[in-house]
T-cell receptor, first 113, second 115 residues
């Protein structure tokens, strides 16, 4: 089956620290992988995506590389800001049903000034 | 216009009430979704419409009734809900065949409280 496992939070960092949020997946076939961000009281926003192995998605200083050999899609940012405080969800699309996504449990990031 | 608009933003309803949630998008997407999100949990898929036809129903209780009047609109009709149905209800849209390429665009959600 298809599933996504994320590191448990919350993750608390000081401003300008390096961020890694781990995400691993299980899938039949070759899914696309996504990171979504949810700010308090809001819906989810697509942060970045990768559609095939070795692709690197990037946006707003965040990066994640689709690693087929380790079935991972870890989110990284070199220098976090207070405004990055949010919940981050890793997700994959069902390789045989593009309309069906599987979300990880979410990781809350708190960035302190 | 790259938004998915949901109304109302907040809704409080009694267990005997009938209400509707509305979602609208003007991105030309032909797949639309309803998700339910409980506090500190990931979104859970409820329904998928593809080309205005219901394509996925994730065994949702019949007190939730979706409707897709046209390619831009998606409704969720609510009747005889329970307090445990209180949650954030999220609408999303995507291109139907290639949701895996572009991902979803989510609305901001309707915060539903059942009393």
């Amino acid at each position: 089956g298809n599933s996504v496992t994320q590191m448990e939070g919350p993750v608390t960092l000081s401003e300008e620290a390096f961020l890694t949020i781990n995400c691993t997946y299980t899938a039949t076939g070759y899914p696309s992988l996504f990171w979504y961000v949810q700010y308090p009281g809001e819906g989810l926003q697509l942060l970045l995506k990768a559609t095939k192995a070795d692709d690197k998605g990037s946006n707003k200083g965040f990066e994640a590389t689709y690693r087929k050999e380790t079935t991972s899609f870890h989110l990284e940012k070199g220098s976090v800001q207070v405004s990055d405080s949010a919940v981050y969800f890793c997700a994959l699309s069902d390789p045989y049903n593009f309309n069906k996504f599987y979300f990880g449990s979410g990781t809350k990031l708190n960035v302190k000034p | 216009d790259t938004e998915v608009t949901q109304t109302p933003k907040h809704l409080v309803m009694g267990m005997t009430n009938k209400k509707s949630l509305k979602c609208e998008q003007h991105m030309g997407h032909r797949a639309m979704y309803w998700y339910k999100q409980k506090a500190k949990k990931p979104p859970e898929l409820m329904f998928v419409y593809s080309y205005e036809k219901l394509s996925i129903n994730e065994s949702v209780p019949s007190r939730f009734s979706p409707e897709c009047p046209n390619s831009s609109l998606l409704n969720l009709h609510l009747h005889a809900l329970q307090p445990e149905d209180s949650a954030l209800y999220l609408c999303a849209s995507s291109q139907p065949e290639r949701g895996d390429l572009g991902g979803y665009t989510f609305g901001s959600g309707t915060r539903l409280t059942v009393v």
